[in-house]
């Protein structure tokens, strides 16, 4: 019979055993469970730009897990993959591509730099792909999407159409992020506040026949574009101010002052420049008192025609050219310093500029009340429930959806403007049927112009959990696979992409895309910093995969934390979770090795377990039912958390241990005893396959190699499965045995305590390990047990068999320590333990030094010193005092003993 290697070597298992479980066509649902009940998850699609990175090593670890355990439960499992197209971020990599070859996307054109794109992703855009599957991800490639394929294209075309149909889609002047470096509008998600060492700046406003008002900016180039001056109407500085007008500084542009009740009275000056063009508070300000909204900038941050004398200035350069002019007309107060809150672009590290910009917008206030409803109802579940705060607050304040990109990479607005008339327009699935509606209104000299835009990229991901299995044809995968079963994703884009799933999904298919909403948090390293590489703190999981293993960073992301929070990564944990694979190796490898203690005519015609066999299927039972219920409740950490307790624990340190013991008896013991063995360990490995899949299957394989070749009759219930991946799950049901011996499980449970406390007794005496010693246990009413484990407790606890003596009644010996659990009474002789003469002149010299120490500490504390001294070095002191005091009562009591 072949033996397995001494080690486990992940370098060598990974890649193999993710290639044969591919082969084998075992991340199909059809291969599996063709008639099986669809557990379904459509992958966040990574952007096709992207490099591996702790978040994807979270989502991915989190998502394969939930499809292993329901492939093995039997479940149709589906894990459908895809990449994003990232506008900005993939016209970013081409463009400095460009760049290097000394041309750019403009002198190039718009159709050739698109081919230029496409080419660009089909040599770099597999990559992610490649580091997914590394991950161990169990998805079925054959399913695999990307945004801007032919399908999803077709998908996001239905989409547009409809709700410009339904009056949901419009075109409007609107407050948006623009990025004056990518000249695009962004989304909320693609800037990031940084904060920084800023000025306020303090002015007079003047009014109009005589008088000053004090304002306070922090971006003094934004007074040029202001439209009022806005005061709380119950604040009685300024009542006698409201209506009158004031003049713009340096322009002279009479605007109103209004009572608004937006203004805090108690922040500032009380008086707040009100400016709709490039704030979004501003904004609603104006909307609601009907004042202009004027923009100052043109796209590239240049201050236009409305800028005066300011015009074609950089804006941080007409910052301090207005101020100066503010200060030579005796205008400013003072300037301060003040922490600013800059938004920044994500791509291009620019100050992003609140502008007023023509965009389309999607109207999304109808659908909003749809997903609120949804979940409220309880037909969608948040997990964990506290972000369904979240998710009210930010759908009942739902704002309209800027969808419309100043890019070239992406779903082109299938919008087409009249003979150049940009107010008349035909939205429609195709150019060819925008011709077709043209000629039929305008005539056949009609002229068409396709808007130049692009639609945002969280547009055509809204659409991903149906679009991706077919959706707007009716596909067979549409009919099995949808509505899905969970979307897993991180907390951060709960707004931007989840909801936004939920009520096109609601709007489109008239049915909710999930039934549970999984958040996980960020990856933070040890310290809870957030990674960056300005930080010089970023973790590379292909760097930690490649030195500790794919199992051992999956299982540190899956059990280290709880849904919804952020996990500080250590990658001391990391390498404990690599030990914790070489310990499930280690016990397989001991089981292998002693399939020749019995034969198969040593099977006997009933199972007889012994009390230590009892007590290990009783907590496997406990630890089976346990973690399925954690597993339905969505607590995967505490679940993997208690079977790696117990494996490493009952099992690996005490069972295996125990069951040398019991192997060397030969015959049915031996027999029942690898039946055991072979139990627990398969379980385990089966509980424990959806979070570290590699070293499990490869365990798995050998251990089902080596009883087969035995031929010593001992196999799983219903049979050895062609692989762990689609082996039957574990569960304490009515088709798969789970052993119940909670009265023998509870008197082996005080064994193994009492063998701990010996244990730790001859450590506290010096004892060598190796040293045979002498006990005596006073068992009550548990003597007869304690006898048919005479030979477990010697072996366990190193006490010489010979001078073992286990009674329900026994006589306290003198000089011996006394270990007391409940009604059980053990003595260990201390003369059989250590040199009593030796041990009494040790403790005694002990105690003489602390009783010196304590002795200076004392009159330390009773001197000027606990006056004088800081409060916190005279508690130090205290403190140390104490401990001083409390080893020496514990040397006495030995003394005593002794």
């Known amino acids: 019979m072949s033996e397995m290697p001494k080690a486990y070597d992940f370098s060598a298992t990974e890649n193999r055993i993710y290639q044969w479980w591919e082969e084998n066509g075992w991340f199909k649902p059809e291969v599996n469970m063709p008639d099986g009940k669809p557990f379904v998850i459509a992958i966040p699609p990574p952007n096709v730009t992207g490099e591996l990175h702790m978040g994807h090593a979270m989502f991915v670890a989190l998502e394969d897990l939930m499809i292993r355990r329901a492939r093995m439960q039997g479940r149709a499992a589906l894990w459908v993959p895809g990449t994003d197209h990232a506008g900005i971020a993939t016209q970013l990599q081409v463009e400095k591509m460009l760049l290097q070859e000394g041309t750019s996307r403009q002198e ?28 161990g991800a169990s998805c079925d490639w054959d399913r695999t999407r990307f945004t801007l394929d032919e399908g999803l294209s077709r998908a996001v075309h239905e989409a547009f159409v409809r709700l410009h149909r ?39 406003y003047p009014v109009q026949g005589g008088g000053y008002l004090p304002v306070a900016t922090t971006r003094p180039e934004t007074i040029l574009g202001d439209t009022a001056v806005a005061v709380h109407p119950d604040d009685e500085r300024y009542q006698a101010y409201i209506g009158k007008t004031c003049l713009v500084p340096m322009l002279n542009r009479p605007i109103p002052i209004i009572a608004d009740s937006y203004v805090d009275m108690n922040f500032g000056t009380g008086a707040l420049k009100v400016t709709p063009g490039h704030d979004p508070n501003d904004f609603e300000i104006g909307k609601r008192h009907g004042l202009a909204i004027i923009n100052i900038l043109n796209k590239d941050a240049t201050l236009n025609e409305h800028a005066g004398s300011y015009a074609g200035m950089d804006r941080f350069e007409a910052r301090k050219k207005l101020w100066s002019d503010m200060e030579a007309a005796g205008l400013t107060i003072k300037t301060a310093p003040h922490t600013l809150s800059v938004p920044r672009s994500q791509r291009g590290g620019e100050v992003i500029e609140p502008m007023v910009s023509k965009q ?109 299995l077919g959706w707007p044809e009716q596909t067979d995968d549409l009919a099995r696979f949808f509505p899905t079963d969970v979307m897993e994703t991180g907390y951060d884009i709960l707004f931007f992409w989840v909801a936004r799933m ?133 607590q995967f950490g505490e679940a993997g958390r208690q079977v790696y307790d117990f494996l490493w624990g009952d099992f690996a340190d005490w069972y295996v241990e125990l069951a040398k013991v019991q192997l060397s008896e030969g015959g049915s013991r031996a027999w029942t005893t690898l039946f055991v063995l072979r139990h627990v360990l398969d379980d385990c490995l089966r509980l424990l396959h ?32 062609d692989a762990l991946i689609v082996a039957d799950w574990p569960e304490c049901g009515e088709w798969q045995t789970c052993y119940d011996f909670s009265a023998a499980a509870a008197d082996f449970e005080q064994l193994r305590e009492l063998v701990t406390r010996i244990r730790a007794a001859r450590s506290e005496q010096g004892v060598e390990p190796a040293k045979w010693i002498t006990a005596m246990i006073a068992a009550g009413d548990k003597g007869t047990f304690y006898q048919s484990q005479h030979a477990i407790l010697s072996f366990l606890a190193r ?35 250590v040199d009593l003469d030796k041990e009494k002149e040790r403790l005694q010299k002990e105690s003489g030094a602390l009783e010196k120490e304590i002795q200076r500490l004392t009159n330390l504390l009773n001197s000027p010193f606990a006056q004088k001294a800081p409060t916190a070095v005279v508690q130090k002191e205290r403190d140390k005092l104490a401990q001083l005091q409390a080893s020496h009562a514990e040397l006495s009591e030995r003394l005593n003993t002794l």
């Not at 159709?111 to 855009?125: A, H, I, V």
């Not at 959806?690 to 219903?718: D, M």
């Open 108 to 135: 190039v054109g718009r159709e050739t730099f698109l081919d230029r794109t496409w080419e660009w992703k089909e040599k770099y855009g597999g990559y992610i792909i490649k580091q997914l599957r590394h991950l």
């Open 799 to 833: 006490l010489d068999p010979e001078r073992l003596t286990i009674a329900a009644n026994l006589e306290a010996p003198t000089q011996a320590l006394t270990l007391a659990l409940g009604d059980l009474t053990c003595y260990l002789p201390l003369a059989g333990m």
């Open 360 to 468: 389309w917008f999607v109207d999304a206030e109808p659908m909003a009340k749809m997903g609120l409803q949804a979940v409220r109802n309880g037909r969608i579940r948040i997990v964990p429930d506290r972000f369904n705060k979240v998710w009210e607050n930010w759908l009942e304040n739902i704002r309209p959806w800027c969808i419309s990109r100043q890019l070239w990479w992406g779903h082109r607005i299938p919008v087409w403007y009249v003979n150049g008339d940009e107010k008349e327009f035909i939205v429609a699935h195709s150019e060819e049927e925008a011709y077709e509606i043209a000629r039929d209104k305008f005539g056949a000299g009609v002229t068409l112009r396709q808007d130049p835009d692009v639609l945002d990229t969280w547009f055509s991901s809204a659409l991903w959990p149906f679009s991706t």
């Open 502 to 634: 939920v009520m096109t999904s609601l709007l489109f298919t008239n049915d909710i895309p999930f039934h549970t909403i999984y958040l996980h948090g960020l990856v933070r390293d040890e310290h809870g910093q957030k990674m960056s590489k300005t930080k010089g703190n970023v973790t590379d999981p292909l760097k930690v995969m490649g030195e500790y293993g794919t199992d051992a960073l999956r299982f540190t992301l899956l059990t280290g934390g709880t849904p919804g929070h952020d996990l500080n990564l250590s990658l001391e944990r990391v390498a404990s979770n690599r030990n914790f694979a070489n310990k499930i190796w280690n016990a397989a490898r001991f089981i292998t090795r002693s399939l020749e203690k019995a034969t198969a005519e040593d099977k006997p015609d009933q199972l007889e377990f012994t009390a230590a066999d009892q007590w290990i299927l009783t907590n496997l039972s406990t630890v089976t039912r346990d973690a399925n219920r954690l597993f339905n409740n969505y």
């Open 166 to 204: 339904m009056g949901l889609i419009y075109r409007a002047e609107y407050l948006v992020n623009w990025s004056p470096g990518l000249q695009t509008a962004v989304s909320d998600l693609e800037v990031e506040y940084s904060e920084e060492q800023g000025f306020m700046y303090h002015f007079q």
């Open 690 to 721: 959806p979070y570290i899949p590699f070293v499990t299957e490869e365990t798995w394989q050998q251990l089902k190699q080596a009883f087969v070749e035995s031929e010593i009759g001992i196999q799983p219930v219903e049979g050895w499965a």
